[in-house]
């Protein structure tokens, strides 16, 4: 029989914010540039979705602060990357819930 867990409130509230920080267009285009542990610039990233760097940086910044992402300082450049390879598949379900059968 399946048990149910006790729910632990903190990392609900995590959850949420990390959801929250993921649900804005632009951001979810960057989550699905990031997918299949791809590691990308700023400058990658606003060339690929065709944004201003600024705000770029501004979108990565709360992915960051809000424990989607990672990064990492390679050299001049700084790469960001998902912090749980998981977080593809909530992107991906977004995905499947808004095509047209």
């Not at 990392?11 to 979810?28: D, T, Y």
């Not at 699905?32 to 760097?53: D, F, N, P, S, Y």
Request: with cysteine.
């Amino acid at each position: 029989m399946l048990q149910v867990k006790e729910l632990d409130v903190d990392k609900l509230e995590i959850a949420a914010s990390m959801l929250r920080a993921m649900a804005h267009p632009m951001r979810i285009a960057i989550l699905k540039h990031l997918e299949g542990a791809k590691r990308l610039t700023v400058t990658e990233i606003h060339e690929l979705l065709g944004i201003e760097q600024s705000t770029t940086s501004h979108h990565l910044g709360i992915l960051k602060d809000k424990g989607v992402l990672c990064s990492k300082r390679v050299g001049k450049n700084t790469f960001y990357f998902l912090k749980y390879e998981v977080l593809s598949q909530i992107i991906d379900s977004l995905h499947d819930c808004t095509c047209e059968d």
